[in-house]
């Protein structure tokens, strides 16, 4: 059964994301390129986040320790970390690349892009897992894993296999809380944009800053489970701003429930512009 769960979470983490795409695609007549370059945003974000991590901050955050106010501090400033590059990520896609993103309803999946190829990700990381899992169970490893990793590896593989059989599901529920803070986020970041008020930016990197730390704090002090239930609130906090944000994110009434299809000869809302020579000169891609 817990073979059988190991398996299905990744699967979910792969599915959700993609299934909830579609329907969003299809109900509001969108295009899949505005899930593209959600998903865009997050790969070129750790480009860069995570070799600061790696080089810059965590050098400095081992020496601050892991107990007390120490880890509230390295919790905070991994989290910070998270949210200034995410965000400003955000920041400059939507206000360079993906500049046909201007509602609500786009910036609905270009929210889901984002944090969709995370989950997606982390799943296939997921299955990669499985496998090797799989493939050194009941195996001797003395032939197999270096001695330096010997001990290691025994103790991941105790602890893989040690889990409850519901356990693995706890990764996907994190991932859809994970989801709805992304598509609010990217909802925020559009108000900057559209609105030209840099506030809604400061907020977006500061409820990333307080979402990735508050997991890091309460996964040390209320367990994988509790965590996991208080994203989940805050995932759905999350999504009732998302509904809040509508009004001022949708041009009329803003009583459509989908844009309208496009015309003949119009582009079908969602579709990216094509990218002026002159905003080509302007990427920092290029």
């Not at 901050?57 to 590059?85: C, D, R, T």
């Not at 910036?107 to 984002?114: D, F, I, K, N, S």
């Amino acid at each position: 059964m817990l073979g059988v769960m190991h398996g299905l979470a990744p699967l979910l983490m792969v599915s959700i994301p993609l299934l909830l795409a579609a329907v969003l695609v299809r109900r509001w007549r969108l295009d899949w390129a505005v899930f593209g370059l959600g998903a865009l945003t997050f790969i070129t974000s750790q480009v860069l986040h995570i070799p600061f991590n790696q080089f810059v901050l965590n050098p400095q955050l081992q020496e601050m320790g892991g107990q007390g106010w120490a880890w509230v501090a390295v919790a905070l400033l991994l989290g910070l970390s998270a949210g200034i590059f995410e965000e400003l990520a955000r920041y400059f896609m939507l206000g360079r690349l993906a500049s046909r993103v201007r509602d609500w309803h786009q910036g609905v999946l270009y929210g889901v892009g984002h944090g969709g190829i995370e989950a997606i990700l982390l799943g296939a990381l997921g299955f990669y897992s499985l496998f090797q899992a799989l493939t050194l169970r009941g195996v001797a490893l003395e032939g197999i894993v270096p001695p330096e990793r010997l001990e290691i590896t025994r103790l991941q593989l105790e602890a893989y296999w040690g889990l409850a059989w519901y356990e693995p599901l706890w990764g996907v529920l994190e991932r859809i809380s994970a989801l709805a803070y992304h598509v609010l986020a990217a909802l925020m970041v559009l108000k900057a944009v559209v609105h030209k008020r840099r506030i809604w930016l400061f907020g977006a990197v500061l409820a990333h800053t307080l979402f990735n730390a508050v997991a890091l704090i309460a996964v040390k002090n209320i367990g994988v489970a509790g965590t996991e239930l208080l994203l989940a609130g805050i995932g759905g906090l999350s999504v009732w701003a998302t509904f809040r944000l509508r009004p001022s994110l949708t041009s009329g009434d803003g009583e459509d429930d989908a844009p309208r299809a496009a015309g003949p000869g119009q582009r079908p809302r969602g579709l990216p512009a094509v990218v002026e020579t002159e905003r080509i000169d302007e990427s920092k891609f290029v």
